[in-house]
């Protein structure tokens, strides 16, 4: 698939080089920047789509919608042994990561696409700021935070470490949502890098 005008096409590797995996006193010294991220209006920061199998797209603007997330994503072509009938999962349309915790646990912005979100925004995205049903405008988008929750895997773990999957999966970096937090599309519209992301 050729990646559109507004598109930068990233190769997906499990880049395991330990010297770029941060410590757990690393991640733990990140907290409290992480913890002044704006609770109630943000900042889009990163915006990718999966366009396929161990591929990243890094866009300036995309289409957000009920079919596939963000136009373009596979996440309707993915399947889930925690959805109903085993196909895509409802409730994971797309996912928004902290941008601080993204730059914490994996480093620089050209990075970031590795974690495998969609959205990356300067927002407080922690269980008590944003419980489930929670909605927020994304642009002109409208989705809503569900109560699947978004954890670390194996891959995770070979990316950014073992001390980074762990963080990122229990504790305060749980509590944070430090991986991410799965949302459902409730309105379609457009999200451009630099728009706001706020708490409806």
């Not at 591929?55 to 009920?66: G, M």
């Not at 489930?132 to 070979?158: N, S």
Request: hydrophobic share 40%.
């Amino acid at each position: 698939m050729n990646a559109p005008a507004d598109a930068t096409t990233v190769a997906e590797t499990a880049d395991s080089d330990p010297t770029r995996h941060r410590s757990a006193a690393e991640l733990t010294a990140a907290l409290g920047h992480i913890r002044e991220a704006p609770a109630d209006s943000g900042t889009i920061e990163l915006i990718v789509r999966r366009p396929a199998e161990d591929a990243r797209e890094v866009l300036d603007v995309a289409e957000i919608n009920e079919a596939e997330g963000v136009a373009g994503d596979t996440w309707n072509q993915r399947s889930s042994p925690r959805s109903p009938d085993g196909g895509p999962h409802p409730d994971a349309q797309l996912t928004i990561m902290n941008a601080r915790a993204a730059a914490a646990v994996i480093g620089p912005v050209e990075r970031w696409p590795l974690a495998g979100d969609q959205i990356y925004a300067d927002l407080d995205i922690s269980h008590e700021t944003l419980v489930a049903g929670t909605r927020l405008g994304i642009g002109d988008a409208i989705v809503e935070v569900t109560a699947k929750p978004h954890r670390g895997c194996a891959k995770y773990a070979a990316r950014f470490g073992s001390d980074a999957l762990r963080f990122v999966n229990t504790g305060e970096g749980q509590a944070l949502r430090m991986r991410g937090v799965n949302c459902r599309v409730i309105q379609p519209g457009t999200v451009r890098v630099g728009d706001a992301i706020t708490r409806l």
